[in-house]
T-cell receptor, first 113, second 114 residues
């Protein structure tokens, strides 16, 4: 069965620090990959997505992610975090041709001002 | 463009009561789904629908019913509420057939069962 692993459950950083959140998935076929962000008390919003092409994708608010097929990974990065990036981040995967999303358990990021 | 609208935002139920969580989308998306979000468990799929008249079970369907009579609406029914159903519920829609596979989420319903 498909699964998504996010190994960092809680991350605390100071402003201007660099961020990398890990995401690994298990599925052998073609996949679509997503990172969503959930700010406190709000719904999930799409940060970025990968379907095909350049494995380095750029999203909103300075976030980017790199798809490494050989490692089944889709890690999220940001060079310099801000206090406003405090949120929970979810990695998700769908296999091409299906509608069902599989979400990771999420990573809570706290950025200290 | 309202997107995905969920009502109510908050609800408190007594054990054994029934209720319906409403979800409507105005983007003509064919795919709609319901998730529950619990601390440390991410989002788990309850039920989903790939079009009007078609529904199927997700990962945690027990205690919930759904129907899809129109493209726009996808209500989630709790038949007999239990404390284990205390959670935040999110409805989502997407349209892979239109080249839009990313899910759009509603604002969520925070349900407490006492």
């Amino acid at each position: 069965a498909q699964s998504v692993s996010q190994h960092n459950h809680h991350v605390i950083l100071s402003e201007a620090a660099s961020l990398e959140l890990g995401c690994n998935y298990s599925y052998g076929g073609t996949v679509n990959l997503f990172w969503y962000v959930q700010y406190p008390g709000q719904h999930l919003q799409l940060l970025l997505k990968y379907f095909s092409g350049d494995p380095l994708v750029k999203g909103i608010k300075g976030f980017e992610a790199e798809f490494i097929k050989s490692k089944f990974s889709f890690n999220l990065r940001k060079p310099s975090v801000q206090w406003s990036d405090t949120a929970e981040y979810f990695c998700a995967v769908t296999s091409s041709g299906t509608y069902k999303y599989i979400f990771g358990t999420g990573t809570r990021l706290k950025v200290l001002a | 463009n309202a997107g995905v609208t969920q009502t109510p935002k908050f609800q408190v139920l007594k054990t054994g009561q029934s209720m319906t969580l409403q979800c409507a989308q105005d983007m003509n998306h064919e795919y709609m789904s319901w998730y529950r979000q619990d601390p440390g468990m991410g989002l788990r799929l309850i039920h989903y629908s790939v079009g009007a008249g078609i529904t199927d079970q997700g990962e945690v369907p027990n205690g919930y019913n759904v129907s899809r009579s129109t493209t726009e609406d996808f209500p989630l029914r709790l038949l007999s509420a239990a404390p284990s159903q205390t959670s935040v519920y999110f409805c989502a829609s997407s349209s892979p057939g239109q080249g839009i596979p990313e899910a759009f989420f509603g604002q969520g319903t925070r349900l407490t069962v006492v």
